[in-house]
């Protein structure tokens, strides 16, 4: 039998929050948890013993990416992704879609699947259903996804309900496709920012009874109110005995709003994206450690932070490494952003336990000063563009 399985432990009384326990043949996985991205089969600039020592469960790698370099059967003559990377905890893989999906004039949907060419060297390529499944399959990962078409999200209804039905008609595709009895294959859930669409594939999802279920297609863009309401039509909707994983999201605050709605797994590039530009997170907000207010800060960047970095420097170093450019600035700003969130879950978790999650994200968001804002917005605004263009999303692209 498969090793995967999901236990709900609790529910809020005044909220939608959730803690539970994934089971995967790598270890289990405490919800609701934040999962590092490593997309090339690394957490960038960390070793894979510095991610486990952030107490970090579970980390994610990209189908698209791996496939291209080192390729397939490369890692699985290597003995598979979680030995050619070193990683002996739990790993999720995505589909590829996402990213296959981005390169705008560089790819051609059909029923079949996608022909693509290489972001890399232009060179041409196929992904279908069967053959998302079948790489990520021979990667080895706990948990995979179905590959899903991940259109515009400002899209008119007919063309969204043309892909939200195509990407159901791959959801087959894809579980009949899939023998990896060690795997677990999560369905995504699509339909843009139509309410009535949301639903509608919510309720087909849940139809196929796939061990767990995510969102597609969100936090591309779009208004974060509209976010939530899409959010809000779909987890009702949701079996409540599998966990629900909302693609694409890190942000401090962004964790908090979707816990609140019955979310159990994010991910996102966020956390080491922005440190390695010297934007680290704080309680109060995010700041950046290149401000010469740092410069002779005898203080760690955040007091009563447990992490290597917060433990042994203080701000004034990391603002000298940013400023020299030192490598080692990027490797302990990333450590800091990636065990902040660790730490924030981990207070989540207990939270609802006790009965106390509604206060704490009521005093978290309130002192929790909306500096990313801004920035977040900026890099989403980037990605509406590159996509109105047609052309690859390069920040996408790289991480």
Not at 261 to 285: E, K, Y
Not at 300 to 321: G, I, Q, R
Request: include cysteine; glycine fraction near 8%.
């Amino acid at each position: 039998m498969m090793k995967f399985s999901f236990d709900l432990h609790k529910t809020d009384t005044a909220t939608a929050a959730r803690v539970g326990t994934v089971t995967t043949p790598h270890g289990d996985i405490p919800t609701p948890i934040f999962m590092p991205v490593g997309t090339l089969g690394t957490v960038k600039t960390l070793t894979p013993q510095e991610v486990t020592d952030l107490d970090a469960r579970i980390i994610l790698a990209n189908t698209y990416h791996l496939y291209l370099r080192p390729g397939v059967e490369t890692i699985t003559k290597l003995g598979g992704l979680h030995k050619f990377m070193g990683w002996k905890g739990p790993i999720l893989t995505d589909s590829g879609g996402f990213q296959v999906l981005s390169l705008g004039h560089l790819r051609k949907i059909s029923e079949d699947g996608v022909v693509f060419r290489s972001h890399i060297d232009g060179s041409e390529h196929f992904f279908s259903p069967e053959v998302a499944t079948q790489i990520q399959s021979e990667l080895g990962a706990d948990i995979i996804m179905t590959f899903d078409d991940c259109p515009d999200h400002q899209g008119e209804l007919d063309e969204i309900r043309q892909s939200m039905e195509m990407t159901h008609r791959w959801a087959q595709r894809c579980l009949e496709s899939h023998e990896n009895e060690n795997q677990a294959m999560f369905g995504i859930v699509q339909g843009g920012t139509y309410p009535e669409l949301r639903r509608q594939s919510a309720r087909f999802m849940a139809s196929l009874d796939f061990p767990g279920y995510a969102l597609g297609g969100l936090s591309v863009g779009e208004a974060k109110d509209v976010t939530w309401s899409m959010v809000e039509e779909v987890t009702p909707l949701l079996p409540s005995d599998k966990p629900r994983y909302l693609m694409g999201v890190g942000s401090p605050e962004d964790l908090f709003e979707g816990v609140a709605r019955g979310i159990d797994m994010f991910d996102c590039v966020l956390p080491t994206r922005v440190a390695r530009n010297g934007s680290l997170f704080t309680t109060q907000g995010r700041r950046s450690i290149r401000r010469a207010q740092y410069k002779s800060m005898d203080a760690p960047v955040e007091l009563n932070c447990d992490c290597y970095t917060c433990s042994n420097f203080s701000a004034a170093y990391l603002h000298h490494l940013f400023k020299t450019e030192e490598m080692l600035g990027y490797r302990l700003a990333s450590i800091h952003n990636l065990r902040f969130l660790v730490r924030l879950m981990e207070r989540i978790r207990q939270s609802i336990l006790d009965g106390s999650f509604s206060s704490l994200k009521d005093e978290f968001v309130s002192s929790y000063a909306v500096t990313d804002q801004s920035i977040r917005q900026t890099q989403k605004r980037k990605w509406v563009e590159a996509q109105r263009k047609k052309q690859p999303d390069t920040l996408t692209l790289q991480e």
